[in-house]
């Protein structure tokens, strides 16, 4: 499962922190998004998803059409 980060449109709401602690954290300087690992387990991957869904700016997209999705 690929992820796309957009920092220019992150507006530091934190929530992909939140949700998925384990793979987000905010840069201490803008507090932007911050993706610490990849999601390897099936736990990691539904907290991924979960945090796309919860972004508000839209910052943070699966890509489409990668191989193993």
């Not at 992150?10 to 911050?34: N, R």
């Amino acid at each position: 499962m690929e992820l796309g980060v957009n920092r220019d449109i992150c507006i530091g709401a934190g929530m992909c922190a939140l949700v998925a602690p384990d793979l987000f954290d905010q840069d201490p300087d803008d507090a932007k998004v911050l993706r610490l690992a990849e999601a390897t387990t099936p736990e990691q991957r539904t907290a991924l998803v979960r945090a796309v869904d919860a972004c508000p700016s839209g910052a943070l997209h699966l890509l489409r059409g990668v191989e193993g999705q």
